[in-house]
Structure formats: structure tokens, C-alpha cells
T-cell receptor
Framework: EAGVAQSPRYKIIEKRQSVAFWCNPI?????LYWYQQILGQGPKLLIQFQNNGVVDDSQLPKDRFSAERLKGVDSTLKIQPAKLEDSAVYLCASSLGTGGLNEQFFGPGTRLTVL | AQSVTQLGSHVSVSEGALVLLRCNYS??????LFWYVQYPNQGLQLLLK??????LVKGINGFEAEFKKSETSFHLTKPSAHMSDAAEYFC????????????FGAGTRLFVKA
């Protein structure tokens, strides 16, 4: 079974530029998550989708971050414009459903460096 | 609100020694508790989870954790460390009051010395 795919794996941009990350979850997984993992910290949930609807985006900085999952499968996360503090690893995860009992499967992440 | 505290950002053990990674949580209702492992340049992988029932939970790679409600703890142990256990370990909590959103601790990096 293929895992969660993410691209690119690494990205370096200058502040005020825009960047987009792509995630393809495990086939059949209805729930998709985007996490931000800053160096030295645990992952922080940015947004959670159930199929193509948003379940939780309370910690997404909506003035600069946006995410979509138009067909309920793959997803993109965009930052525009980027700030220095956005340097982090962006992790995508998926699960069969919502709720605490559903195991989340994580992709390898995209490491973003903002100069 | 839920929170997780992992005591010690770095832990170093010798190969063959006991591994003990500490985790304390805060939750106003019965929690779900998790341990994840992250190897370099990889995503997180679930080691084990506690939902209900038996408080001693066994996971993959010989790890286990015990849920102690009175101590609000969920420490991770392994009797004998292997070099391959060197990684970062994250404790996490989820409960109904938070909509089952998973809250992660800051992580503990485990070093294993030969």
C-alpha cells in the first residue's frame, strides 16, 4: 500500500515570495491534515479536511495561508506572502475517518526555508 | 484545553539499557494518548496508542507505555535499547473536548550509544 506522498521535499524561498505544497493521501482516506512542525517543537495542526470540506482551520493563519482539497483526494497548501517565521517542516497526514481512534499516517514532509 | 509535556528534550542511553521517555498530559475528560516516532527525514509513525481498557499498552519494536490516570502520565519504555531506536519521539493527546484534535508534545530525541 502506497503511503502519503508530498512534494517538493525541500524548498528555499525569500520572504514575501509565495510557495505551494502538494499532498496525495493514502487511497480511500477521507480525512486529510496539514501540520506545521517548527524546529524543536511538535507538529501543530493547521487544517483538517473531511473529504473536500474543512473540519478545523482554527490555527491556520488565513491572512497568508490557504489550503484546498477540491476533489476530496489530493490537497495543496499555499503561503503568500511567506515570512521568516514560516520556516518549518510541513507535514501532511491522512486517516480513514475523523475521531481519535483513527490512526493518522504521515508523509515525509516538505522542509521550507524562508530567507 | 489539552496539553502535553515531555520531560527532557534529549535522552541518551547505552545500547542494551532501559529506555524511559516521560510524558505528562492535561485533559479534563478521558483522553486518547499516543506515542509517535520520527526517523530523520521521515514522517511520524504511530508506535502505540491508549484509548480505553488495559492501561499497559504494547506497541511496535518492543515499546510499551502505561496510562496512569492518577499521575496524568503516559511514559514510554523499552527494556533494551537498539541502535536503530535512535530517533525523535512524540507524545500526543486527543479528547472529545478538543474535537479529537491531536495535540503533540515538543518531542524527545533519543540517542543510543554503542
Amino acid at each position: 500500500e502506497a503511503g502519503v506522498a508530498q512534494s517538493p521535499r525541500y524548498k528555499i524561498i525569500e520572504k514575501r515570495q509565495s510557495v505551494a505544497f502538494w499532498c496525495n493521501p493514502i487511497s480511500g482516506h477521507a480525512t486529510l491534515y496539514w501540520y506545521q512542525q517548527i524546529l524543536g517543537q511538535g507538529p501543530k495542526l493547521l487544517i483538517q479536511f473531511q473529504n473536500n470540506g474543512v473540519v478545523d482551520d482554527s490555527q491556520l493563519p488565513k491572512d497568508r495561508f490557504s489550503a484546498e482539497r477540491l476533489k476530496g483526494v489530493d490537497s495543496t497548501l499555499k503561503i503568500q506572502p511567506a515570512k521568516l517565521e514560516d520556516s518549518a517542516v510541513y507535514l501532511c497526514a491522512s486517516s480513514l475517518g475523523t475521531g481519535g481512534l483513527n490512526e493518522q499516517f504521515f508523509g515525509p514532509g516538505t522542509r521550507l526555508t524562508v530567507l | 484545553a489539552q496539553s502535553v509535556t515531555q520531560l527532557g528534550s534529549h535522552v541518551s542511553v547505552s545500547e542494551g539499557a532501559l529506555v524511559l521517555l516521560r510524558c505528562n498530559y492535561s485533559s479534563s475528560v478521558p483522553p486518547y494518548l499516543f506515542w509517535y516516532v520520527q526517523y530523520p527525514n521521515q514522517g511520524l509513525q504511530l508506535l502505540l496508542k491508549y484509548t480505553t481498557g488495559a492501561t499497559l499498552v504494547k506497541g511496535i519494536n518492543g515499546f510499551e507505555a502505561e496510562f496512569k490516570k492518577s499521575e496524568t502520565s503516559f511514559h514510554l519504555t523499552k527494556p533494551s535499547a537498539h541502535m536503530s531506536d535512535a530517533a525523535e519521539y512524540f507524545c500526543a493527546v486527543s479528547d472529545a473536548t478538543g474535537g479529537f484534535k491531536t495535540i503533540f508534545g515538543a518531542g524527545t530525541r533519543l540517542f543510543v550509544k554503542a
